[in-house]
């Protein structure tokens, strides 16, 4: 018999990743446990807004508002029911190391710090209709598991037939 086998090869263009900053899913749909409740923040256009109006969110480590933001998050947008966004770092030590460990794949988790301003209930969740972000912060493991860094990356498919041994 033979078996179709199918391999993607991945090119990342860190160079293009350092001009163009570090793309990023910001938050999701995705249910979080909060003592005794799921919470779900919809995204949709109308849903989410950002404080005072502003196109970009500062950047901190673990939603320590007090600290200097190590850079900011721009291209902000709605798309797939997700909150994406392009993390751009500053000029110093700490955001140097910490966008050097975001390239080598060891910093990866990311969380937004919000405000609910409608809500409804259903059953045991509690669906944010509206909400309005203050920020984003690097953590080292954030609620929403589908809120990471990433990278647009061409992809190349290759594919392959293998034989199979009866």
Do not use: C
Not at 10 to 34: C, F, K, M, W, Y
Not at 41 to 57: C, I
Not at 71 to 84: A, T
Not at 101 to 107: L, S
């Amino acid at each position: 018999k033979e078996r179709l086998v199918e391999t993607r090869t991945i090119v990342l263009d860190l160079e293009r990743a350092n001009e163009d900053g570090i793309p990023a899913t910001l938050s999701t749909q995705h249910p979080v446990a909060r003592g005794g409740y799921q919470e779900v923040l919809l995204h949709e256009p109308d849903a989410v807004s950002f404080r005072g109006g502003s196109s970009t969110l500062p950047l901190l480590v673990g939603h320590q508002s007090g600290e200097p933001a190590i850079g900011r998050v721009d291209n902000l947008q709605i798309r797939d029911q997700e909150l994406k966004g392009v993390l751009r770092f500053g000029s110093s030590q700490r955001a140097r190391e910490l966008r050097e460990d975001i390239e080598q794949g060891i910093v990866t988790d990311l969380s937004v710090g919000y405000s609910i301003l409608e809500k409804r209930l259903e059953e045991d969740t509690l669906v944010a209709t509206r909400w309005e972000v203050h920020e984003a912060s690097l953590v080292g493991v954030g609620a929403d598991p589908n809120a990471q860094t990433y990278r647009e990356i061409p992809m190349e498919a290759e594919t392959e037939i293998e034989a199979q041994q009866p």
